[in-house]
């Protein structure tokens, strides 16, 4: 790898904006901005201190410059991009979720493999400070043999009329299947995995300009025995327009945690501990970037690979299963 990843964002949109936010810090990398509007392009690349500008994602993939694509665009051209990338010798990054199905999957493996590139799929929540600190809770063995996981977001967020998320065709899906995988990978990726999953999802109402169906709740075993719950709704009103709890219960204790990450209370084994899982990195961005181009580095793949993810998708799979 050159001494800076030079690292082409396909789509310049929200979820870009997070991520070139990070990785215009390293100084290891060396970003580019791809976008079907050529003006919002440079505009991403005066605003991160870009080094080249495409007026479309063909472009940026063809340029034998870059060594390495962010697919940052509806879920539905993910597949067409991650795999011409793929072709082209790039090493991924795809926002998610990934794809819409387990079949789409298996051909991007497919593909990496023939390629030999890297490709990390874009699961922030595995990477945030709160994530490490369950598990490391978990490991510890802080509350004993686990019985039940409770997992709560409730918010509502409802998304406008022109908002590409309510066409399911562009998604891969609706509310849940396109923003809660990230809490069901949160939920799955503590230590114990879960091996089974049930979805019972409440009659979705039309009403407004966000026409998804917006709520779900997923119910699971894991595979040390114990069970768990998802409760997921962005239609919903929350105290403070999104605080809320969850909680992990053992045969010694619980822990309890603010959902978005602000704090963690574990009573079990020892004195009740309070633990603030740190805000510098909140959303997890910095540690995923430094997995991918330490995976590059190393030839290995990364912790959120493809196959990590599949196993999510599966999930998914029974979650809508009927």
Request: proline letters at 4%; one cysteine or more; aromatic letters at 8%.
């Amino acid at each position: 790898m050159p001494d800076r990843l030079r690292l082409a964002c396909l789509g310049c949109g929200f979820i870009t904006r997070l991520h070139s936010r990070t990785l215009a810090k390293r100084g290891d990398v060396s970003l580019a901005f791809a976008s079907r509007d050529r003006a919002r392009a440079d505009a991403f690349r005066r605003e991160f201190g870009g080094v080249a500008a495409y007026g479309d994602y063909e472009s940026a993939i063809a340029d034998p410059a870059i060594d390495a694509v962010l697919v940052a665009v509806p879920t539905a051209f993910h597949r067409a991009l991650t795999l011409a990338a793929l072709a082209a010798g790039k090493h991924v990054i795809v926002e998610k979720p990934a794809f819409p199905t387990t079949a789409d999957f298996l051909d991007v493996i497919e593909a990496r493999d023939r390629a030999g590139r890297v490709v990390l799929i874009g699961e922030n929540d595995h990477y945030k400070p709160q994530a490490r600190t369950l598990r490391r809770l978990l490991s510890d063995d802080v509350i004993g043999p686990m019985v039940f996981a409770h997992f709560t977001t409730i918010a509502r967020r409802l998304k406008g009329a022109d908002d590409w998320r309510n066409d399911e065709a562009m998604a891969g899906g609706d509310a849940f299947f396109e923003e809660g995988i990230h809490w069901l990978h949160l939920a799955g990726s503590l230590g114990p995995r879960i091996v089974s999953a049930q979805g019972f999802q409440p009659e979705a109402s039309r009403e407004g300009p966000d026409r998804r169906a917006k709520s779900m709740l997923a119910a699971f075993h894991y595979d040390n025995g114990a069970t768990g719950a998802l409760y997921y709704s962005r239609e919903v009103p929350s105290a403070l327009k999104g605080l809320r709890l969850s909680s992990i219960f053992g045969r010694d204790g619980v822990i309890t945690f603010e959902s978005n990450g602000a704090f963690v209370l574990a009573r079990g084994k020892g004195m009740p501990r309070l633990l603030l899982p740190g805000i510098r990195d909140i959303r997890g961005y910095a540690a995923m970037h430094q997995d991918f181009i330490a995976a590059i580095t190393a030839g290995r793949q990364p912790e959120m690979s493809l196959e990590r993810a599949l196993d999510d998708q599966r999930l998914m799979d029974q979650i809508y299963r009927r």
